[in-house]
């Protein structure tokens, strides 16, 4: 080979693989840490919002089951494996159009199906149609605990496949996450957005489908119980079930913008990305649902219609602030991207400063924060430790 081969190569190879010379979390120790605190997290946060309280000052009085069988049941590992095979089905049906990705940094775009709002509708069919018949739709909330273990196990089963895939020739990894240490790597992820075939894409697969979808399952689940419980739905648990599910649907009729997003574009597909879409996000981001379940909330109409207003405020900023982010990311040269004011950073980025990019250095979490604050003051006085839990 030339040298000039050898160089283009060797510019090919920092495209493709290029080697993490930055830690973040506290390098390998701090990640090591964190493997270990994830799933301790899920545990306390089950235990510390049980049945009967929802308070970190009554720890004293927690009920920590000593059989293996509270902790973990085939039935319910059932339930989580099914889900998980019902959504890779799922995404796999030709529906919906193709839509591309932002610009990676080897020049490359990736293509994606459509089709979450479609898979969405299908699970809350089969939900609905499971619930007609006799199921036990409210497994989520009767075997809590036995369902963190289940989705846990799927969420480490998923981990260790995106890492292994990770080590295929010509797979794009993660500037953060290729750094040689095992541990460090597993965490971060090092593949950037692994695939199985050309569009079975697992970042869109745990993220969009197995934490969104689960969400709203879970929060079907959680009415199930109440209805079975008291025979009625209480105003508080609709209101916050159909925000949430809102929410879901938005981010699905504008799918599209998801795949613009730095998640995408630079974030590895690791433990933390997979174990968090894995349980954090179908049990824990309901956290306000299940609270709900045996809880009666009274809420004035003034109090509904705050929530109401905090609520719909808190989704334009985050409906327009990613809309106009996603926008120039998909094409900065658009005569629309062309009337926005941007910034170049010292890395070499543009930054928006047109809009509300201009008065908040990150509005789309604003929006997402107005929103959380909605459905946690939703269940009453103990909104500050739910919405404590939403901010971390």
């Known amino acids: 080979s030339t040298p000039l081969d050898d160089m ?8 493709v693989a290029p080697k993490t010379t930055k830690y973040e979390l506290g390098g390998p120790i701090g990640a090591a840490i964190g493997l270990a605190l994830l799933p301790l997290v899920a545990y306390a946060l089950y235990f510390v919002c049980g049945p009967k309280s929802c308070d970190l000052t009554q720890t004293a009085s927690m009920e920590i089951p000593k059989n293996v069988a509270d902790w973990f049941s085939y039935e319910a590992f059932y339930v989580a494996v099914g889900f998980v095979l019902l959504q890779a089905l799922l995404y796999r049906i ?22 979450g709002l479609v898979c969405l509708l299908v699970s809350v069919i089969v939900f609905e149609v499971l619930w007609y018949y006799g199921q036990p739709v409210t497994i989520v ?104 599910i809102c929410y879901v649907f938005d981010l699905f009729i504008f799918e599209e913008d998801m795949y613009q997003s730095n998640d995408f574009v630079k974030q590895g597909v690791g433990f ?26 009274e809420l004035s109409n003034i109090q509904i219609g705050a929530i109401f207003i905090l609520e719909v405020v808190g989704y334009i900023v ?39 990019w201009g008065f908040v250095r990150h509005p789309n979490y604003l929006g997402d924060l107005m929103m959380a604050l909605a459905w946690c003051l939703c269940t009453g006085e103990y909104f500050i430790f739910l919405s404590k839990f939403h901010r971390l």
């Open 8 to 15: 283009t190569a060797m510019l090919e190879g920092s495209l």
């Open 94 to 115: 030709p529906a919906g159009r193709i839509g591309s990705g932002s610009l990676l940094r080897d020049g490359s775009r990736l293509s994606y199906r459509l089709n």
């Open 141 to 244: 909330y009767d075997h809590f605990l036995e369902m963190i273990g289940a989705l846990s196990i799927v969420g480490v089963v998923l981990s260790l496949v995106v890492y292994l895939m990770s080590f295929q020739s010509g797979v794009l990894l993660s500037e953060s996450g290729n750094s040689g240490n095992v541990i460090y790597d597993f965490g971060m992820g090092r593949a950037l957005n692994p695939r199985l075939g050309r569009m079975f894409d697992l970042k869109t697969f745990v993220f969009g489908r197995i934490m969104l979808i689960g969400l709203v399952l879970t929060d079907l689940s959680m009415v199930a119980k109440q209805l079975e419980t008291d025979g009625k739905v209480s105003l508080p648990m609709a209101l916050v079930c159909v925000m949430q």
């Open 272 to 297: 933390f990305v997979v174990y968090a879409s894995s349980v954090f996000g179908p049990l824990f981001y309901t956290l306000q649902a299940r609270y709900l379940v045996t809880r009666p909330v």
């Open 318 to 356: 985050f409906r327009w602030s990613n809309s106009q982010k996603s926008s120039y990311r998909r094409n900065p040269n658009s005569e629309w991207s062309k009337k926005l004011r941007v910034l170049k950073t010292a890395r070499g980025t543009n930054l928006i400063t047109s809009g509300l």
